[in-house]
């Protein structure tokens, strides 16, 4: 492996024996000891029962094996309670957005599948492409009022106002332009566009 800081361009990094390998992994399993007990107190007291605690305890320890070796065992002990503080915001930030008053629980109740099949999803783009082009064909004036009621959802009178008619020509509008959708479409397509 090269190291270019300083100007060199190899330096052989030192072998580890297996001896001191084993005093290393001692090392750790001694000060993991150690610090169980007080670790989970420490938490106790920033989550929200003893088994979160030593939940997070064991979350951190196991985090803290990343660092045994990069890290010299006298960093151990910050390095810990400093993972061990972000286990418990995780675990708090998890249980917050994920239990809520407002949730329901779903055991016992079937949950409908909203994927459509294949042949669901091509009849209705058929249908949509049909509606379409009715719309599309319908006389200009029935199609801008259809389209102001249905797409933009104003009412009767601000249709009038918009297009300069009476509530009553929209009115005749509108009948006309469901007539003519029911007839090149069927009764549900044009109820629902």
């Given amino acids: 492996m090269d190291n270019k800081r300083d100007g060199a361009s190899s ?16 090392s750790f399993d001694a000060f993991i000891r150690e610090q169980y007990r007080s670790l989970v107190q420490f938490l106790r007291r920033r989550t929200a029962t003893e088994q ?6 064991q979350e951190s320890m196991t985090k803290l094996l990343r660092y045994r070796e990069s890290e010299p065992a006298t960093a151990w002990k910050q390095l810990l309670y400093r993972i061990a503080v972000n286990v418990a915001h995780d675990q708090f930030r998890v249980a917050h957005t994920h239990c809520s008053r407002d949730h329901v629980a779903l055991d016992g109740h079937d949950i409908a599948d909203h994927e459509y099949s294949p042949e669901e999803r091509a009849e209705y ?59 090149k479409v069927g009764d549900s397509s044009a109820d629902t566009l």
């Fill in 125 to 183: 783009e058929q249908q949509v492409a049909r509606l379409t082009q009715a719309i599309l064909a319908l006389p200009p004036k029935c199609q801008r009022v259809y389209l102001l009621k249905r797409v933009h959802g104003m009412s009767r009178a601000q249709i009038a106002a918009r297009c300069g008619i009476s509530v009553k020509t929209v009115e005749k509008h509108l009948a006309t332009a469901l007539a003519f959708l029911k007839r």
């Fill in 11 to 26: 330096i052989p990094l030192p072998q580890i024996t297996a001896v001191e390998r084993c005093a290393e992994v001692r």
């Fill in 52 to 57: 979160d605690a030593e939940d997070a305890a």
